[in-house]
């Protein structure tokens, strides 16, 4: 069988598309741009590439975006404050806190601070939290988990019923794209280091999540045949031959992988790019909501 694959940067690319129709429909409706504030602490190298990636991608669609950068030895009171100063400005419809935050600073208190209505990258306690009950629903869901099933849904796979396992369980993408598999119905397993008989769980999936940071760690021999397999991993492996020194990998051994699975996405070009299209998708949503 040679897997059907699900093709992230498209699927991606149609949700940037309905973005910018929807900032201009709000924008000629003579309400405010939708408008997104980047707070960066210290100077991880990962973490700058990912904002201007988020800040180009708001330029892209017609998103403003606010860039705040600060010092490595910000005191959690100065983020605090600034986070606050976002939450009271009219013109930020978004904030995004890059994670992870320099040793020192807690993590916790300070997406806490963060007002749910402009809490776009979901993470909010709160949001957290609705996500986890029956009945409730969250204002935003975090976005590499909301990517992850609209992938599986437009590559038509039936959630309802079926048997999921996700590999990690994370408070940015395993737990979170658990909870939301067990809102769509699906019966579901969460795997993390400790899980015995790790393969053959796996094995038993209809639908594989993995999002563990292990280069190519998930075999052709974890996977059911037909399976429907989402690769959330981005690993770089040493490899002289590319100019960067580098190349990226999925936890999946996609090759081989494709061999047995129905569907599966590629590293890169899978749910990478969805990531950032969740992230302006929910801009514009507060947008919407504030408007
Ligand atoms: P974390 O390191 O926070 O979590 C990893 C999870 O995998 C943990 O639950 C851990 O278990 C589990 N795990 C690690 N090693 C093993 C193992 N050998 N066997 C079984 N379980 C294991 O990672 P993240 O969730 O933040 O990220 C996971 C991957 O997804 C990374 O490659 C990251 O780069 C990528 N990523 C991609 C995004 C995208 O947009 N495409 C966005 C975010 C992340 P335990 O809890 O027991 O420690």
């Known amino acids: ?136 629903e969250p204002l935003f869901v975090p976005c590499t988990p909301a990517g992850v099933i609209k992938l599986l849904k437009k590559a038509g796979a039936t959630l309802e019923g079926a048997n999921a396992v996700v590999l990690g369980r994370s408070n940015i993408v395993g737990m979170p794209a658990a909870l939301l598999l067990v809102k769509e119905n699906a019966t579901v397993t969460i795997c993390h280091s400790r899980t015995k008989n790790l393969k053959d769980v796996c094995r038993a999936a209809d639908i594989l999540i993995v999002a563990i940071g292990r280069a190519e760690m998930v075999r052709k021999d974890w996977v059911k045949p037909g399976a429907y397999v989402i690769d959330v991993g981005m690993n770089r492996v040493d490899d002289a031959s590319k100019k960067r020194g580098y190349r990226l990998v999925g936890d999946v051994a996609y090759e081989e992988a494709a061999e047995v699975a129905g569907a599966i996405t590629p590293v890169p070009g899978g749910v990478g790019p969805m990531t950032i299209a969740g992230l302006l998708w929910n801009t514009l949503r507060s947008a919407k909501r504030a408007s």
């Not at 040679?2 to 940037?16: M, N």
């Not at 590439?49 to 959690?76: M, N, W």
């Open 1 to 136: 069988m040679t897997a059907q694959i699900i093709d992230g940067k498209a699927i991606a690319a149609e949700l940037r598309k309905d973005v910018a129709a929807g900032v201009e429909e709000l924008v000629a409706a003579g309400k405010p741009r939708p408008g997104l504030a980047t707070v960066l602490v210290g100077e991880n190298p990962a973490s700058q590439t990912y904002v201007r990636g988020k800040q180009k991608a708001c330029a892209e669609v017609g998103i403003e975006s606010f860039g705040h950068t600060l010092p490595a030895d910000t005191s959690q009171e100065e983020l605090e404050s600034l986070v606050k100063e976002l939450n009271a400005d009219p013109k930020v419809h978004g904030i995004l806190v890059q994670l992870p935050l320099p040793p020192g600073l807690d993590e916790e208190k300070v997406l806490n601070a963060i007002s749910i209505e402009k809490d776009v990258d979901g993470f909010h306690p709160i949001n957290i939290g609705r996500l986890a009950q029956k009945g409730r």
